[in-house]
C-alpha cells in the first residue's frame, strides 16, 4: 500500500508539448512538495503546499505550475516543454511545513519519481 | 552556492566494518538534519534525524553525530550490510516554510 504515489513512472514526450504528473498520499499529510533532481544529481525543491495553500515556490519557470484539488493530492503541469526539463521529479510529503518549529513531523516522504525525457 | 555538501561521491566499505558518510554545511540557521538512502529507480527513504539541539541520535546499526561549530555531521553504519549499499543523501533545514537543502550524495557500495 504505496504512502506516497506518482503517475506516471515515465515520461517521454517531444519538446513544446504540455504534460501533468499527479501525485497522491494516503498519509493524512498536511503539506506537499514536488522537487526536481537534474542530470547533477542534485535534489532541488521547488514547490510546496500545506492545506492547499502554496507555500514555497522556488525560481522555477512559469510554465510549471503544481495544483492540489486537496490535501492528499498535488499535480504538476508542465507547458511548452523544453529539453532542459528532463528531469527526475520526484512529490514528497510531510505532516507539517515547519512553520512552527522543525521535529519528526516535517520528515518528509518521497514517491519513486518521474523520469521526465523531452526529445 | 552549495549550502550542503558531501564532498565524497562515492565510498566503498567490506561487509561488517564501520561505514562514515560525511556531510558539511554553511548556514548556521540549519536546525534539523536528515539523512535519506536511496535505491536506484525508487525515491529518498528517510534514514535518520538530527535536531540541533543534540549531538548524537541512534538509531539500531545507524548513528548520526552532529558537529555545530564545525558544521559537520556524519552517518554512521555499523555493521555495513551489503543491503546497505544506495546513495545516502544528507539534508538540513531551518524552522519556517523553508525548504529542505539537500547535498549531492555519496554512494556506498558495501562489498561482500
Known amino acids: 500500500d504505496t504512502a506516497v504515489s506518482q503517475t506516471p513512472k515515465y515520461l517521454v514526450t517531444q519538446m513544446g508539448n504540455d504534460k501533468s504528473i499527479k501525485c497522491e498520499q494516503n498519509l493524512g499529510h498536511d503539506t506537499m512538495y514536488w522537487y526536481k533532481q537534474d542530470s547533477k544529481k542534485f535534489l532541488k525543491i521547488m514547490f510546496s503546499?500545506?492545506?492547499?495553500?502554496?507555500?514555497i515556490n522556488e525560481t522555477v519557470p512559469n510554465r510549471f505550475s503544481p495544483k492540489s484539488p486537496d490535501k492528499a493530492h498535488l499535480n504538476l503541469h508542465i507547458n511548452s516543454l523544453e529539453l532542459g526539463d528532463s528531469a527526475v521529479y520526484f512529490c514528497a510529503s510531510s505532516q507539517s511545513s515547519g512553520l512552527a518549529g522543525v521535529s519528526a513531523k516535517n520528515i518528509q516522504y518521497f514517491g519513486a519519481g518521474t523520469r521526465l525525457s523531452v526529445l | 552556492d552549495q549550502q550542503v555538501k558531501q564532498n565524497s561521491p562515492s565510498l566503498s566499505v567490506q561487509e561488517g566494518r564501520i561505514s562514515i558518510l560525511n556531510c558539511d554545511y554553511t548556514n548556521s540557521m540549519f536546525d534539523y538534519f536528515l539523512w535519506y538512502k536511496k535505491y536506484p529507480a525508487e525515491g529518498p527513504t528517510f534514514l535518520i534525524s538530527?535536531?540541533?539541539?543534540?549531538d548524537k541520535n541512534e538509531d539500531g546499526r545507524f548513528t548520526v553525530f552532529l558537529n555545530k561549530s564545525a558544521k559537520h555531521l556524519s552517518l554512521h553504519i555499523v555493521p555495513s550490510q551489503p543491503g546497505d549499499s544506495a546513495v545516502y543523501f544528507c539534508a538540513a533545514r531551518t524552522s519556517g516554510n523553508t525548504p529542505l537543502v539537500f547535498g549531492k550524495g555519496t554512494r556506498l557500495s558495501v562489498i561482500a
Open positions: 503546499y500545506n492545506n492547499k495553500e502554496l507555500i
Open positions: 538530527i535536531s540541533s539541539i543534540k
